[in-house]
């Protein structure tokens, strides 16, 4: 195992060098490979953390120590990167974090895998993924991972295989984990790339890409129904109904805002009727009174209980791996198993990075959607794939709500990766059409 990683690291790193957006492409193809665990000598990593620092490290040599350098004789201008501001303060109360954390050792370990790792690899990509060319290999690399994942999902729901929880092996109650080890996971990583490929569908001009947004889509659908992950599903809706919504109009700045209130108000109230139909309404209690949805209950009520005891923990949270710890006061060993983060996003990033981190990831998502939509108010481009972006996002909060979207090597990664194609797609050369 050993000389195995060795040596493609030291491949690696020669495709590194020789081309530094392939070797990115290749990163995102093997998202999932953080699952490859090992020790250098008392130091955990992965072979995905492996891939990244490379790829920093390269690119510091080959381009970063020069701006820098450049940057201290004041021979260049500083210019603002791309969401700086919450940039900052994310990284800043994620710091805080390691320091209020009831186990540093393991609160800087995720702090480098989920933040620090993920925000650097982003910074990287928009200045290094900046052509249509470059932008393709990302998007292909997406598709890669999705069917890599997708196909070993479809072979498990054949024939039963490789499923590590009894439960989920017989064919009445089979559910597909794939390389992870549970459905849900499967479902957070593959949710976020189909919509992004619903929207390169509709933008493809060329037949091959065309076969392989389809194959992607379906592969990829596949997969998510056999989880039988009702996160996922739900996700998908909400960010199907916008996908549709939006495909509709001739362009994003055609939807008037008063427009989207009405939607959204009907979208409610259809909702609403609909929840207070006996039989709907009982499907709903029926789901509640889950054994899954009772803990996850639990799970809000001991965060909010901690989020509420003093000051303190109200605005600070419990550190980055704190909930691990404190779930222990409430858990029943009998009905609840151990779990290290409270299954909501907000709930998430208010425990782990404090009150401020919570709040400056939900203005990092707005300032996102704003950016889209005031780049697609002046140019009429690549204006599906745009839409497909924003419903990635939208997915992602929706399943956020029962589960943990971000808190994963491979999700943190997805999530700024998703971030990194939307300012490469707006405000570089792909303006003409990423397909042209």
């Not at 895998?113 to 290094?128: K, R, S, T």
């Not at 989207?260 to 006996?278: D, R, T, V």
């Not at 709930?347 to 400056?360: A, D, P, S, Y």
């Not at 794939?385 to 990664?413: E, Q």
């Amino acid at each position: 195992m050993f000389y195995f990683i060795t040596i493609y690291f030291i491949i690696f790193t020669l495709i590194t060098w020789r081309n530094l957006p392939t070797a990115m492409a290749i990163v995102i193809a093997l998202l999932p490979t953080y699952l490859i665990r090992f020790h250098i000598w008392v130091f955990p990593s992965t072979l995905l953390e492996g891939m990244v620092l490379i790829v920093i490290a390269v690119w510091f040599v080959q381009f970063g120590f020069k701006k820098v350098y450049k940057r201290y004789k004041h021979e260049i201008i500083y210019k603002p990167f791309p969401f700086q501001a919450q940039i900052i303060l994310i990284m800043i109360t994620a710091t805080i974090s390691i320091l209020i954390a009831p186990n540093i050792w393991k609160a800087l370990g995720l702090w480098r895998a989920y933040f620090l790792e993920p925000i650097l690899f982003f910074l990287i990509f928009i200045q290094v993924v900046k052509t249509r060319k470059n932008l393709q290999k990302i998007l292909y690399a997406l598709g890669i991972s999705a069917l890599g994942i997708s196909l070993f999902a479809i072979y498990q729901k054949i024939t039963g295989n490789f499923i590590p929880v009894a439960m989920w092996q017989p064919e009445e109650t089979r559910r597909v984990t794939s390389f992870y080890t549970s459905p849900n996971a499967v479902g957070l990583y593959l949710g976020p790339i189909v919509m992004i490929y619903l929207g390169w569908l509709f933008d493809s001009k060329k037949i091959l890409s065309t076969f392989w947004t389809i194959l992607i889509l379906i592969t990829s659908l596949l997969a998510i129904i056999f989880t039988v992950s009702e996160g996922t599903w739900a996700g998908l809706i909400v960010a199907l109904i916008f996908f549709i919504v939006m495909f509709f109009q001739k362009n994003i700045q055609g939807i008037k805002k008063s427009t989207l209130i009405i939607i959204f108000i009907l979208l409610i109230a259809i909702g609403s009727a609909l929840f207070y139909q006996p039989v709907i309404k009982n499907k709903v209690d029926q789901i509640i009174s889950t054994p899954s949805a009772q803990n996850r209950i639990t799970l809000w009520q001991g965060a909010l209980n901690f989020l509420t005891q003093n000051p303190k923990n109200f605005l600070f949270g419990s550190g980055i791996y704190g909930f691990n710890e404190i779930q222990e006061k409430f858990r029943d060993p009998l009905k609840l198993e151990p779990l290290i983060y409270p299954h909501n996003i907000f709930l998430n990033f208010w425990m782990e990075i404090g009150l401020v981190g919570m709040i400056t990831f939900v203005w990092l998502i707005i300032s996102f959607l704003k950016k889209i939509y005031n780049t697609n108010t002046q140019i009429y481009i690549n204006k599906m794939l745009n839409i497909g972006l924003v419903s990635a996002i939208i997915t992602i909060i929706i399943h956020g709500l029962i589960d943990v979207p971000y808190f994963k090597n491979d999700l943190a990664m997805l999530f700024w990766i998703i971030l990194g194609i939307s300012i490469t797609l707006n405000y570089y050369e792909t303006k003409e059409s990423i397909e042209k």
